[in-house]
DNA sequence: CTTGATGATTCACT
DNA sequence: AGTGAATCATCAAG
């Protein structure tokens, strides 16, 4: 026993040496026998025999990502020269555009060239390492006992290691192309200074939009309707709320302004609604419970498009704007104020 | 450059 | 903690 607690401490090889020897001793057998035994008593065999491999869902989110930016998916083609030919023919573009396109293609296919060498390193490794550690398992597995389950645990425990660093390769990655996409074109100084604000793309804003418009009797979307809509924006749930929050004061403060995109929102929504079956976004969250805004509840299709001044306002929001019993202003008018939920 | 739009930040309030 | 309101900072169009 002592000379395998000192077989470390010996050069390599001295120590295979000693390791062959060990292994023809005629005490193997025994000492093989009372680690089992050891081993049996400890219940370290039984040790976390669940094996969860559920994907980590930052990962598929970050691969979901570069898949979109054209970075991971498959070669389109053979390097700069082909993003620049892609950039000039990718129809009619005109001249200048397609040359800052290029540049900016240029610019991703070195992302994409760093990114897949640095993948294929990190594979490599990974392969490597697990190959390692099961040899060295199974070169062990003739002193001690090593259950093919141990083996696989340890491979799962090597793998989800190495899924880190992939993580975080995935994530520079998709920084560096979200610095790079939006505006085409950046210095790479802008790199320090990352204070910029930036619009969301038209989807984004479509989808809050949609959300907002079609609650409007009560846009306050729950953590859960937060998330989702978060996830589905493809932006973080802190921004979901600001977006909100300017959404709701700015709408409040203008809403003859909006009528016309809040009308366009409702006619979509009412589409979809009409269209039936699942909706991407959450069901609903106007508290009222039930499903049944077929254009009735929070769409406000029947207003027809005003121009400036204030006639009809959705039913969502009271002549002062209010959505909640909150801070009400000098209200004046007709202080109607209820649960401005449920407007039918 | 000006101006309006818009995302983020800050502060006070409940 | 979530929100309204004011404000700042940046973007984008003219």
Redesign the pocket.
């Known amino acids: 026993m002592q000379q395998i607690m000192t077989i470390t401490d010996q050069s390599l090889d001295e120590a295979q040496a000693k390791k062959h020897a060990l292994n023809c001793h005629r005490m193997k057998p025994a000492l093989f026998s009372v680690l089992c035994e050891i081993k049996e008593k400890t219940g370290l065999s039984m040790r976390n025999a669940q094996e969860d491999e559920s994907q980590d869902p930052q990962l598929v989110r970050l691969d979901n990502m570069l898949l979109a930016e054209g970075v991971a998916g498959p070669e389109k083609g053979g390097g700069a020269a082909a993003a620049v030919s892609a950039a000039t023919s990718s129809g009619g573009m005109s001249p200048d555009s397609s040359l800052e396109h290029s540049d900016y293609k240029i610019k991703l296919t070195q992302i994409r060239g760093i990114y897949h060498t640095e993948l294929e390193k990190y594979e490599q490794a990974c392969t490597e390492f697990t190959t390692h550690v099961m040899n060295l398992l199974r070169e062990q597995s003739r002193t001690r006992p090593v259950t093919p389950r141990e083996i696989e645990r340890m491979v799962g425990i090597i793998h989800r290691k190495f899924s880190t660093i992939q993580t975080q390769l995935k994530q520079s990655t998709c920084e560096a192309v979200m610095i790079l996409s939006p ?1 085409s074109l950046m210095p790479v100084i802008d790199l320090m200074s990352q ?6 793309s038209k989807q984004a ?1 479509e989808g809050l939009n949609e959300y907002f418009y079609s609650h409007l009797s009560n846009p ?1 979307p729950s ?1 859960e309707a937060k998330e989702e809509l978060a996830k589905s924006c493809g932006i973080t749930v802190s ?1 979901v ?3 909100f ?2 959404k ?2 700015r709408y ?1 403060k203008n809403i003859g ?1 909006f009528q016309e995109e809040a009308n366009l929102y409702a006619m979509k929504t009412a589409l979809v609604v009409r269209q039936g079956n699942d909706s991407p976004h959450t069901p609903n969250s106007t508290g009222s419970g039930s499903f049944s805004l077929s254009g009735s509840a929070d769409l406000f299709l029947g207003v027809p498009p005003v121009n400036g001044d204030q006639a009809a306002y959705p039913m969502g929001v009271q002549a002062n704007g209010n ?1 909640n019993g ?2 009400s ?1 000098p209200a004046g008018a007709s202080p109607h104020s209820d649960h401005s939920d449920n407007s039918d």
């Open positions: 505006a204070r910029k604000r930036r619009n969301f804003t306050y953590e921004q709320s600001n977006w929050g300017n709701r004061i409040k302004k959505w909150r801070n202003p």
